[in-house]
C-alpha cells in the first residue's frame, strides 16, 4: 500500500521548469483576478477621493472563465510531465487538490493584497466549484488520451488473445469512471458542499475528491452516498 501511494519523484530540472512555468501562469491570471475586484461596499472608485462610479456589473461566468482556466493551466503544465504508471490515478488525485489550495489561496492573497473583493460576483463556494469542475475535466481528458494505466490493447505486430482477466480489468476501470461521472452529477444536483458531503459520510474532503476522480469506492461508503443522496434528492439513489 506504501508503494501504491509514493509520491511522484520528478527531477530537479523538470521541477524547476514547472515552477517558472506555473510562475508565469500566476502573474497572467492574477492580473485579470484583479480586473475583476469590486472594493468591500460593491462600488469601484470611491477611495481616496477618486471621482464617483456606477456600481459595477456583476460577472459571476466571466470570473468562473478566468478561474477555470487558471486551475486547468497549472494542472496541465505539470500533470503533462507525469509518466504512465499504475500510480498515475493516485497522482492526479494529489495534483487536483493541491492545484485547488493553490487557486483558493491566491485568491485570498488578491483580495487581501488589493483590499478588494472577488465575492461581490460570487460566492467562495461557487468559486471552489468553478475550480474542481475544471480540475476534474483535465483529469478526464488524461484518461481519453489514453494516459490512465488502463489495460493496453495487444499490438497489431503482437497476435496473441486477451485474456479474460485483462477483459475485466478494462470492464472494472470503466465501471468506476462512470460511477465517478455519476456521483459527480448526483452531488452538483445536490446543492451540498464538499465539506458538507464529507462530513454526513464520514470521510475526508480528500478522500471525496478521489471518488469524484475515479478511485475505488468502499461498498460502506457507496451506500452511505446512496443514502445521503436519496434524503436530499428525495428518490431513491445507488451507486
Given at each position: 500500500?506504501?508503494?501504491?501511494?509514493?509520491?511522484?519523484?520528478?527531477?530537479?530540472?523538470?521541477?524547476?521548469?514547472?515552477?517558472?512555468?506555473?510562475?508565469?501562469?500566476?502573474?497572467?491570471?492574477?492580473?485579470?483576478?484583479?480586473?475583476?475586484?469590486?472594493?468591500?461596499?460593491?462600488?469601484?472608485?470611491?477611495?481616496?477621493?477618486?471621482?464617483?462610479?456606477?456600481?459595477?456589473?456583476?460577472?459571476?461566468?466571466?470570473?468562473?472563465?478566468?478561474?477555470?482556466?487558471?486551475?486547468?493551466?497549472?494542472?496541465?503544465?505539470?500533470?503533462?510531465?507525469?509518466?504512465?504508471?499504475?500510480?498515475?490515478?493516485?497522482?492526479?488525485?494529489?495534483?487536483?487538490?493541491?492545484?485547488?489550495?493553490?487557486?483558493?489561496?491566491?485568491?485570498?492573497?488578491?483580495?487581501?493584497?488589493?483590499?478588494?473583493?472577488?465575492?461581490?460576483?460570487?460566492?467562495?463556494?461557487?468559486?471552489?466549484?468553478?475550480?474542481?469542475?475544471?480540475?476534474?475535466?483535465?483529469?478526464?481528458?488524461?484518461?481519453?488520451?489514453?494516459?490512465?494505466?488502463?489495460?493496453?490493447?495487444?499490438?497489431?505486430?503482437?497476435?496473441?488473445?486477451?485474456?479474460?482477466?485483462?477483459?475485466?480489468?478494462?470492464?472494472?476501470?470503466?465501471?468506476?469512471?462512470?460511477?465517478?461521472?455519476?456521483?459527480?452529477?448526483?452531488?452538483?444536483?445536490?446543492?451540498?458542499?464538499?465539506?458538507?458531503?464529507?462530513?454526513?459520510?464520514?470521510?475526508?474532503?480528500?478522500?471525496?475528491?478521489?471518488?469524484?476522480?475515479?478511485?475505488?469506492?468502499?461498498?460502506?461508503?457507496?451506500?452511505?452516498?446512496?443514502?445521503?443522496?436519496?434524503?436530499?434528492?428525495?428518490?431513491?439513489?445507488t451507486l
Amino acid at each position: 500500500m506504501a508503494e501504491q501511494n509514493k509520491n511522484i519523484n520528478l527531477s530537479a530540472l523538470v521541477s524547476e521548469h514547472i515552477a517558472d512555468e506555473q510562475y508565469a501562469i500566476e502573474k497572467r491570471c492574477w492580473v485579470e483576478l484583479h480586473g475583476m475586484l469590486a472594493d468591500f461596499t460593491g462600488f469601484a472608485g470611491l477611495r481616496l477621493g477618486a471621482p464617483p462610479t456606477p456600481p459595477q456589473p456583476k460577472l459571476p461566468n466571466k470570473l468562473f472563465k478566468i478561474l477555470a482556466r487558471y486551475a486547468g493551466d497549472l494542472f496541465r503544465c505539470e500533470s503533462k510531465y507525469y509518466p504512465k504508471s499504475d500510480r498515475l490515478e493516485y497522482w492526479l488525485s494529489e495534483l487536483v487538490i493541491k492545484i485547488e489550495r493553490r487557486v483558493m489561496d491566491s485568491i485570498g492573497l488578491i483580495e487581501k493584497q488589493s483590499f478588494g473583493t472577488l465575492a461581490y460576483h460570487a460566492t467562495r463556494d461557487e468559486m471552489r466549484a468553478a475550480v474542481q469542475s475544471s480540475l476534474l475535466k483535465q483529469c478526464e481528458a488524461i484518461v481519453k488520451q489514453g494516459r490512465f494505466p488502463a489495460v493496453r490493447e495487444p499490438s497489431a505486430s503482437i497476435d496473441r488473445t486477451i485474456t479474460e482477466a485483462e477483459i475485466q480489468q478494462k470492464e472494472r476501470i470503466q465501471f468506476v469512471h462512470s460511477t465517478a461521472h455519476r456521483l459527480e452529477a448526483l452531488l452538483k444536483e445536490s446543492q451540498m458542499t464538499n465539506e458538507e458531503v464529507a462530513g454526513a459520510i464520514g470521510i475526508s474532503v480528500r478522500s471525496l475528491y478521489r471518488h469524484l476522480n475515479g478511485g475505488a469506492i468502499r461498498k460502506a461508503n457507496r451506500k452511505a452516498y446512496g443514502d445521503l443522496l436519496s434524503q436530499k434528492l428525495g428518490r431513491k439513489v445507488t451507486l
